[in-house]
């Protein structure tokens, strides 16, 4: 649990210090911003290689897979549209609710609340001792699900705002065909795979991706951005572990785990968005603010309940609500959906409100998890050790 709260204060830190990056001189931010945004991404690929390296799938079982899809993708959906029609009904103007630039810009700013945020989730349950449980796996198989679900779905977003272009259709051919590769030759790449080498694996995977965005950025006017997420993941379902058939208990952390854990923490607090305060001042007062923010956060985690309707033959209610509640963590993807708003030409008081949403979100990323360890104590499924 020590490990837990450090974690959750790295993240805070991080926030606070992001807030003050738009105060720094123009040439030192312009050499900062793109070393932390390959150094975060690294961090998630390295999180994200030793995940997949844990991930095992019974290809008996497509059925069941194809059922957590559903569930992702709906955890993924309700929170979207609950905050997109929140975001057309308060802060769009009564004559525009029937517009589709009303609706279409909504639909791409409320998209911050769809992804839970994998690196940080797995990490924080991982921090609480939970790695072993029923909830950390099936989290584990849902959250990347969601993820993937937000990557396809930003794609005819994309389109809605600039126009239909061929890169966007390359990067849901090269969803696909690393989903295919994943589950064609799972655990039959025999590479090594001490920490330091799937560090080195997770650097090339961040650099290769934010080289093609940076190439496609200056050849088109839609720029392929390749999330590190699945690649990384992608490829520790590639990797052959020296385990026994059957054996579940996964790489021993080490010490090199702990700390690209710690420093993807605070990376992932600093690669939040400045907070458009002069966007939101027409609100009126602060109390007004905040009372948006947390009606929207409210819609946000309530949209991400429905596992805890699923999964009645597989785990008790205590379980699926802590699994609902492991849904709720957002961080760098959704960061990165409102970063992209702004580069669109996006803004008003509903992106400065979903950048507070996200900001309290990602500081509530420690109580979350402890609440997931007080119902699986009151399950039975861990000690109580308090």
């Given at each position: 649990m020590n490990k837990l709260w450090l974690y959750s204060g790295l993240l805070l830190a991080g926030l606070f210090g992001s807030q003050f990056s738009g105060q720094l001189p123009a040439s030192v931010y312009n050499v900062l911003e793109p070393v932390l945004t390959l150094m975060t991404m690294t961090g998630l690929a390295y999180i994200m290689i030793n995940v997949g390296r844990e991930f095992q799938i019974n290809k008996s079982k497509t059925r069941e897979y194809g059922w957590d899809y559903i569930v992702a993708a709906t955890a993924a959906t309700f929170p979207w549209i609950l905050c997109a029609i929140y975001f057309v009904f308060v802060f769009s103007p009564a004559g525009d609710w029937g517009s589709w630039p009303a609706w279409r810009d909504s639909l791409l700013v409320a998209r911050f609340a769809a992804p839970t945020s994998a690196g940080v989730l797995f990490s924080m349950l991982a921090a609480a001792g939970l790695a072993s449980t029923w909830v950390f796996k099936k989290a584990r198989i849902l959250a990347i699900f969601d993820d993937l679900d937000t990557v396809i779905l930003m794609i005819p977003l994309k389109i809605a705002v600039v126009g239909f272009s061929w890169m966007l259709m390359g990067?849901?051919?090269?969803?696909?065909?690393?989903?295919?590769?994943?589950?064609?030759?799972?655990?039959?790449?025999?590479?090594?795979?001490?920490?330091?080498?799937?560090?080195?694996?997770?650097?090339?995977?961040?650099?290769?991706?934010?080289?093609?965005?940076?190439?496609?950025?200056?050849?088109?006017?839609?720029?392929?951005?390749?999330?590190?997420?699945?690649?990384?993941?992608?490829?520790?379902?590639?990797?052959?572990?020296?385990?026994?058939?059957?054996?579940?208990?996964?790489?021993?952390?080490?010490?090199?785990?702990?700390?690209?854990?710690?420093?993807?923490?605070?990376?992932?607090?600093?690669?939040?968005?400045?907070?458009?305060?002069?966007?939101?001042?027409?609100?009126?007062?602060?109390?007004?603010?905040?009372?948006?923010?947390?009606?929207?956060?409210?819609?946000?985690?309530?949209?991400?309940?429905?596992?805890?309707?699923?999964?009645?033959?597989?785990?008790?209610?205590r379980q699926r609500l802590a699994v609902s509640i492991g849904m709720w963590p957002r961080g760098e993807v959704g960061a990165g959906v409102l970063i992209l708003s702004l580069s669109y030409g996006i803004s008003g008081a509903a992106v400065g409100v979903a950048s507070l949403c996200l900001a309290l979100n990602l500081a509530l990323t420690g109580v979350f998890i402890s609440i997931i360890r007080r119902l699986l104590i009151a399950d039975g499924q861990l000690p109580n050790l308090a």
């Amino acid at each position: 649990m020590n490990k837990l709260w450090l974690y959750s204060g790295l993240l805070l830190a991080g926030l606070f210090g992001s807030q003050f990056s738009g105060q720094l001189p123009a040439s030192v931010y312009n050499v900062l911003e793109p070393v932390l945004t390959l150094m975060t991404m690294t961090g998630l690929a390295y999180i994200m290689i030793n995940v997949g390296r844990e991930f095992q799938i019974n290809k008996s079982k497509t059925r069941e897979y194809g059922w957590d899809y559903i569930v992702a993708a709906t955890a993924a959906t309700f929170p979207w549209i609950l905050c997109a029609i929140y975001f057309v009904f308060v802060f769009s103007p009564a004559g525009d609710w029937g517009s589709w630039p009303a609706w279409r810009d909504s639909l791409l700013v409320a998209r911050f609340a769809a992804p839970t945020s994998a690196g940080v989730l797995f990490s924080m349950l991982a921090a609480a001792g939970l790695a072993s449980t029923w909830v950390f796996k099936k989290a584990r198989i849902l959250a990347i699900f969601d993820d993937l679900d937000t990557v396809i779905l930003m794609i005819p977003l994309k389109i809605a705002v600039v126009g239909f272009s061929w890169m966007l259709m390359g990067v849901l051919g090269i969803i696909i065909a690393q989903l295919w590769i994943a589950w064609a030759y799972l655990n039959r790449w025999q590479i090594p795979h001490s920490s330091g080498w799937i560090l080195l694996y997770a650097f090339f995977i961040a650099a290769i991706s934010e080289v093609i965005y940076l190439l496609t950025d200056v050849w088109g006017k839609v720029p392929i951005h390749i999330e590190v997420l699945l690649p990384a993941f992608v490829l520790g379902c590639l990797i052959k572990e020296k385990l026994d058939p059957g054996h579940d208990e996964g790489h021993q952390e080490s010490q090199l785990d702990f700390t690209v854990s710690a420093l993807f923490m605070i990376l992932v607090g600093l690669s939040m968005p400045v907070i458009a305060w002069q966007d939101i001042a027409g609100e009126g007062s602060m109390m007004m603010v905040l009372f948006h923010v947390l009606i929207v956060t409210v819609l946000a985690n309530l949209g991400k309940m429905f596992p805890a309707f699923c999964y009645r033959k597989e785990a008790s209610w205590r379980q699926r609500l802590a699994v609902s509640i492991g849904m709720w963590p957002r961080g760098e993807v959704g960061a990165g959906v409102l970063i992209l708003s702004l580069s669109y030409g996006i803004s008003g008081a509903a992106v400065g409100v979903a950048s507070l949403c996200l900001a309290l979100n990602l500081a509530l990323t420690g109580v979350f998890i402890s609440i997931i360890r007080r119902l699986l104590i009151a399950d039975g499924q861990l000690p109580n050790l308090a």
